[in-house]
């Protein structure tokens, strides 16, 4: 027997302390019209220190939504897979954490990283698991959070106006029409441009990121994230043109049989860039960066349940995911709602 996956439920959870770019212009040398103009973001969100906003807690947030929206509860949870770059811990990962929260059953947790590809990258591993009839249902979570690790001097600003933190979440369920769910994932990964986009310190410890950074010379900037932005924005566009046209053809579909593209929300010009390429109108590309910055694993997440919660995804719709990342790794997904 061969089933399908569909995403059954969807949540998203950001910190209620809303960034914007003239509060960042007040402690780095930046501006609004810079950062509209580049990124498209208006304001992001980051946790306040010490509120109890983490990686794993906003995670679980977000997850608790997506089961009840699920009709499910967590006890009908099989298996966790959880996307994030920014971990509690060194180790363990923050599945287990968040397996121990919600009360569930003591179901495997994977935690993976795959940066702005990690939501991508859970969706095709739950869905494979749901394919081969092991699991019927999965939790895939993205969570982030990027402010207590970014450089807030003008050194950083290059990376640092671009980030936000946040959640989303998402159920995967067994479906038996074939005709719907998940169709198919496309997963890419090169390795040789790794160091554009990359944060290289600690590469062995077992610290909060927070200690990390008191603790260390702050002219270091191996504890900061790099970006090689304008090589990073040429790659991205390239590999998100790709790895849609690599999903569709897999399905004998075209661009035109698109309803919804949810990219992740890297850079508002990309975004455009691709809409523009596959000759999408407004409606059928959705955008959230302007209010959230870029949330890595999170971005598509969030998206997809802010597009869901609009009434913009129907049944029957094609929705295509698309992803790009450090590592480089970038990945689509293509799913009949
Ligand atoms: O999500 C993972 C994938 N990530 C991406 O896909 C991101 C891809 N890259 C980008 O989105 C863009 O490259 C950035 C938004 C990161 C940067 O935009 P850019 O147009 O490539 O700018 P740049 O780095 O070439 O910098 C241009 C100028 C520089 O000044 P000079 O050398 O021309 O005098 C920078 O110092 O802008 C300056 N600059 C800033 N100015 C004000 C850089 N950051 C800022 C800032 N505010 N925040």
């Known amino acids: 027997m061969t089933y ?3 995403i059954a439920g969807l949540g998203y959870y950001v910190p209620p302390r809303v960034v914007t770019n003239d509060d960042l212009s007040k402690i780095i040398d930046t ?3 810079w950062i509209q103009e580049r990124t498209g973001i208006q304001q992001r969100r980051h946790v306040v220190k010490g509120d109890g906003d983490t990686t ?4 679980i947030k977000a997850a608790k939504i997506a089961i009840e ?4 509860t967590a006890q009908d949870i099989d298996f966790i897979v959880f996307a994030t770059l920014s971990p509690d811990y060194y180790f363990p990962g923050p599945g287990v954490t968040l397996q121990k929260e919600l009360g569930m059953r003591t179901v495997g947790a994977l935690d993976i990283r795959n940066q702005c590809s990690g939501f991508v990258y859970a969706l095709s591993i739950a869905d494979q698991y749901i394919k081969t ?6 939790l895939i979570v993205g969570s982030e959070l990027h402010s207590i690790g970014l450089d807030m001097t003008t050194r950083g600003r290059g990376v640092s106006v671009i980030f936000g933190d946040g959640a989303g979440a998402a159920v995967l369920s067994r479906e038996t029409d074939l005709s719907k769910g998940v169709l198919s994932t496309h997963l890419h990964s090169e390795g040789e441009h790794a160091l554009e986009l990359a944060l290289q310190a600690p590469g062995m410890g077992g610290r909060w990121v927070t200690d990390i950074l008191a603790d260390n010379n702050p002219e270091d900037e191996s504890y900061y994230p790099y970006m090689n932005g304008q090589f990073v924005f040429k790659n991205a566009v390239a590999r998100f043109s790709e790895v849609i046209n690599e999903g569709l053809q897999t399905n004998n579909l075209s661009v035109s049989d698109i309803d919804m593209l949810v990219p992740h929300q890297a850079n508002l010009r990309i975004s455009q860039f691709i809409q523009k390429k596959f000759n999408l109108t407004d409606d059928q590309v959705f955008n959230n960066i302007q209010k959230y910055g870029n949330t890595t694993a999170a971005s598509i997440p969030i998206a997809l349940t ?3 919660e609009a009434g913009k995804i129907k049944s029957g719709d094609l929705v295509v995911l698309a992803a790009f990342g450090s590592g480089f790794t970038w990945g689509s997904a293509i799913i009949r709602w």
């Open 31 to 33: 501006n609004d019209e």
């Open 306 to 308: 802010e597009a869901w």
């Open 4 to 6: 399908h996956s569909r």
């Open 69 to 72: 929206r699920s009709g499910l």
């Open 133 to 138: 009839g092991m699991y019927q249902n999965i």
């Open 56 to 59: 794993t807690t906003m995670g």
